[in-house]
């Protein structure tokens, strides 16, 4: 990854800032949605309802269920350096507690 920003800031003229931008360097990921398409169960995806395991239920927060964002399926990221903190197997899942959301500082309830 160094070599690609060093040639990318090299392009540009911005070797100067080289030390400053290797140390602020982030991991991430970028995802590309794609609309309208069948997915297997146990693919990774965005909104819906989750594919969640026999006896696994969706969490709850205040006895109330929390809203699934995505689920994402590892083993589907082999193209993608994927953190090596997380597992290679299995799924992973995102809720949130919609209930109250906070909004520049302050508190929205829906």
């Given at each position: 990854?160094?070599?690609?920003?060093?040639?990318?800031?090299?392009?540009?003229?911005?070797?100067?800032?080289?030390?400053?931008?290797?140390?602020?360097?982030?991991p991430c990921l970028c995802l590309q949605l794609e609309k309208n398409k069948e997915l297997p169960l146990?693919?990774?995806?965005?909104?819906?309802?989750?594919?969640?395991?026999?006896?696994?239920r969706i969490p709850l927060y205040n006895n109330l269920p929390l809203t699934f964002i995505a689920q994402?399926?590892?083993?589907?990221?082999?193209?993608?350096?994927?953190?090596?903190?997380?597992?290679?197997?299995?799924?992973?899942?995102?809720?949130?507690?919609?209930?109250?959301?906070?909004?520049?500082?302050?508190?929205?309830?829906?």
């Amino acid at each position: 990854m160094e070599a690609k920003v060093h040639s990318l800031l090299e392009k540009h003229n911005l070797l100067s800032f080289e030390r400053e931008v290797l140390d602020n360097l982030i991991p991430c990921l970028c995802l590309q949605l794609e609309k309208n398409k069948e997915l297997p169960l146990g693919s990774s995806k965005m909104g819906g309802l989750p594919d969640l395991t026999k006896g696994c239920r969706i969490p709850l927060y205040n006895n109330l269920p929390l809203t699934f964002i995505a689920q994402y399926n590892p083993e589907e990221m082999n193209e993608v350096p994927f953190p090596t903190c997380l597992p290679a197997k299995g799924m992973l899942y995102f809720f949130y507690q919609a209930d109250e959301q906070e909004v520049r500082g302050e508190k929205e309830h829906n």
